[in-house]
C-alpha cells in the first residue's frame, strides 16, 4: 500500500520568484545579477544565498504563515446541505468559514490522522490549510478526508446559521 503525502511547498508554487536573466539591472535600488534567484515579495527584492533552500520556501519568506492557518467551512443553510447530501457537491457559494485558527500541524498529519486536533467535521464540510504560499483543500467524504480544489473567492465570512 503507498503512503498517502502531500509534497511541501516550493518556491516556484508562488508568484514572487524571479530567476532574472540578461544584463545586471538596479530594481527598487537593487542590483539584479544574471542567473541568481531573488524573491520579491519585499519592498525590495532580496537575492537567495547559497544556503538557502533551493527548492523549498525558506524560513525568511515574506509570504510564509507560520504557524499556518486552518479555516473550517460548513454549509450555509441546511438548503445546502441537504442539496449536498442528494447531489454529492455543491458550489463553493453555499460555503461559510465555521472556523479559523492558527495551527501547527502539516498538510500530511491532517490527511493521515483524519481530522486536525480538537475538531469534529461533519460530511461535506471543507477544510483549508493555509501556509501563505499555496493553501491545500481537503473535504470530508464518509468519514475519511480526501484532497479537493476548492475556490474561496465565493465565501462570505460570516457565522453558521
Known amino acids: 500500500m503507498s503512503k498517502k503525502c502531500i509534497p511541501k511547498t516550493k518556491c516556484s508554487d508562488c508568484d514572487a520568484l524571479v530567476l532574472h536573466t540578461g544584463q545586471p539591472r538596479r530594481v527598487k535600488g537593487v542590483v539584479m545579477y544574471p542567473h541568481f534567484r531573488y524573491c520579491t515579495g519585499f519592498s525590495r527584492p532580496r537575492c537567495f544565498r547559497s544556503n538557502d533552500p533551493k527548492i523549498y ?5 515574506p509570504k510564509r504563515l507560520q504557524p499556518a492557518v486552518l479555516r473550517i467551512y460548513t454549509f450555509k443553510s441546511d438548503l445546502a446541505f ?4 442528494d447531489v ?3 458550489p463553493e457559494c453555499f460555503y461559510i468559514v465555521r472556523y479559523a485558527s492558527s495551527i501547527n500541524q502539516s498538510a500530511n498529519d491532517i490527511l493521515t490522522k483524519g481530522e486536525p486536533e480538537g475538531q469534529y467535521l461533519m ?23 480526501h484532497i479537493t480544489s476548492f475556490d474561496k473567492k465565493n465565501i462570505s465570512e460570516g457565522s453558521h446559521q
Open 123 to 145: 460530511d461535506g464540510e471543507v477544510i483549508e490549510l493555509d501556509d501563505g504560499i499555496r493553501p491545500i483543500f481537503f473535504i470530508m467524504k464518509n468519514s475519511k478526508l
Open 88 to 90: 454529492g457537491y455543491i
Open 57 to 61: 520556501v525558506p524560513k525568511w519568506c
Open 82 to 85: 441537504r442539496l449536498y447530501k
